[in-house]
C-alpha cells in the first residue's frame, strides 16, 4: 500500500516537488492517513521540514479547540466554554454564564509539565503547561450585578498555567511530544 501511495504522489506532477518518498513515508509512519499524507504533500509550506509539518498537525488536529493558529512564537486557539460560579441553590446547582474563552500561549519559555489521559469516563485529555499564558474572556455579563461578576471572576482562570484540552481519541502523550519537538526547533531557529 506504501508503495501505490508514494508512487501515485510521486508521479503527479503538482506533488512532486513537495514531497520526497522519505517524507510520504516518515508521513505514513507517524499514523497518517493516506488523504492526510496528500493534503500535506500538497500544502504550500516549503520553509518548514517535514517533521515541523507533522509536528504542526499534530498538535493542531488534536486539540479541542477552534480558529487553531501555530507559529514559532506563539500558540493560539478558541474555546466555547462555560463556569459556574456563586452559591448552590436548593437543587444544588450553581448558576452559569458561558462564552468564548481566546487563549494565546508564548512559546518562549513555555514549559510542558505533564500529559494527562481520560480514563474510560474519568478524567480528560490535556497537556498541562506553564509560561505566558494570555486569556480574553468573552462572555455576556450583560445583567450581572457587580457581586456575581466578582464571584464569577474568582471562578475565571488565571495566571501562568493552562491546560491544553486534547480531543477524544487522541493521544495526550502524543501531543506533548509533538509540542516538545516543536519547541526545541523554535529554539534552533
Not at 461578576?149 to 495566571?159: I, S, Y
Request: proline letters at 4%; one cysteine or more.
Amino acid at each position: 500500500m506504501r508503495q501505490l501511495i508514494a508512487l501515485s504522489l510521486l508521479s503527479s506532477p503538482v506533488f512532486a516537488a513537495d514531497c520526497t518518498r522519505a517524507d510520504i513515508d516518515h508521513f505514513l509512519d507517524r499514523g497518517f492517513t493516506p488523504d492526510q499524507v496528500v493534503a500535506l504533500c500538497a500544502s504550500p509550506a516549503p520553509a518548514e521540514s517535514p517533521a515541523d509539518v507533522s509536528e504542526r498537525a499534530v498538535i493542531t488536529d488534536a486539540l479541542a479547540a477552534y480558529d487553531i493558529s501555530l507559529d514559532r512564537e506563539q500558540l493560539q486557539y478558541r474555546r466555547d466554554q462555560c463556569f459556574r460560579y456563586g452559591r448552590e441553590n436548593l437543587a444544588q446547582q450553581r448558576t452559569q454564564v458561558c462564552g468564548t474563552v481566546v487563549y494565546r500561549i508564548a512559546l518562549a519559555g513555555l514549559e510542558i509539565l505533564d500529559s494527562r489521559s481520560k480514563l474510560l469516563i474519568w478524567g480528560r485529555n490535556s497537556v498541562a503547561v506553564s509560561g505566558d499564558v494570555q486569556r480574553d474572556y468573552q462572555l455576556d455579563l450583560a445583567g450581572l450585578s457587580q457581586w456575581e461578576q466578582a464571584q464569577l471572576a474568582k471562578e475565571l482562570e488565571h495566571g501562568p498555567q493552562t491546560e491544553l484540552p486534547v480531543r477524544d481519541g487522541q493521544a495526550a502523550d502524543r501531543v506533548a511530544d509533538a509540542l516538545r519537538d516543536w519547541l526545541a526547533g523554535a529554539v534552533r531557529e
